[in-house]
């Protein structure tokens, strides 16, 4: 199994730009979820979905779209990028968490915004 | 809203010694979920150790212990016999138990072991 996979390891935009960043998972889990992380932060949940076709807000949902079209795969769509975008996003993902599943987590994605 | 509060934001420890890493939470629910996770320099969050609520008996995984305080909201890391790949920054986290899915994370603790 290869886990959580996110793709790419590190993006340069500029302000305005779009983009997307790729999740997939391999271990049949409905529950994925994306967190920035900002340093003296710590990890802020963006967008999470327990199920294809199912997605909902986090802490910080603000300028991020999310869809679910296959239990493998949770992208996280930026529009329009801006400076305060610039964080390091993680993807993860678990069974069902309706008992303290533990959450996986991908090797996340750096995101510089200028 | 649960919160979860690192009041350490650095330690440093000497190769082979015991750390302590504290961790306080707040919540009104007994039925939760406590868990820490260590970020190396790699960046990958890798889960530590997990502690259910409703367990008195605290948890343990190798040289990783917890001692969880339900009445005190209290849940810090013991790591023992301290190695040089224990430098990480390690994060409390909390998840509310039933159909709720959030884990919510304190600010981080960075460990530096040195030699």
């Known amino acids: 199994n290869a886990g959580v996979t996110q793709t790419p390891k590190f993006q340069v935009l500029k302000t305005g730009q779009s983009m997307t960043l790729q999740c997939a998972q391999d271990m049949n889990h409905e529950y994925m979820s994306w967190y920035r992380q900002d340093p003296g932060m710590g990890l802020r949940l963006i967008h999470y979905s327990v199920g294809a076709g199912i997605t909902d807000q986090g802490e910080v949902p603000n300028g991020y779209n999310v869809s679910r079209s296959t239990t493998e795969d949770f992208p996280l769509r930026l529009l329009s990028a801006a400076p305060s975008q610039t964080s390091v996003y993680f993807c993860a993902s678990s069974y069902f968490p309706s008992g303290g599943e533990t959450q996986y987590f991908g090797p996340g994605t750096r995101l510089l915004v200028l | 809203a649960q919160t979860v509060t690192q009041s350490q934001p650095e330690m440093s420890v000497q190769e082979a010694e015991t750390v302590t890493l504290s961790c306080t939470y707040d919540?009104?629910?007994?039925?939760?979920?406590l868990f820490w996770y260590k970020q190396p320099p790699s960046r990958q969050m890798i889960l530590v150790i997990r502690q259910e609520a409703y367990k008195q008996q605290n948890a343990t995984e190798n040289r990783f212990s917890v001692n969880f305080q339900k009445a005190a909201k209290s849940f810090s890391l013991k790591i023992s016999d301290s190695q040089l790949g224990d430098t990480a920054m390690y994060f409390c986290a909390f998840m509310m138990g039933g159909s709720n899915y959030k884990l919510t994370f304190g600010k981080g603790t960075l460990l530096t072991v040195n030699p």
């Open positions: 919540t009104s629910e007994s039925n939760y979920y």
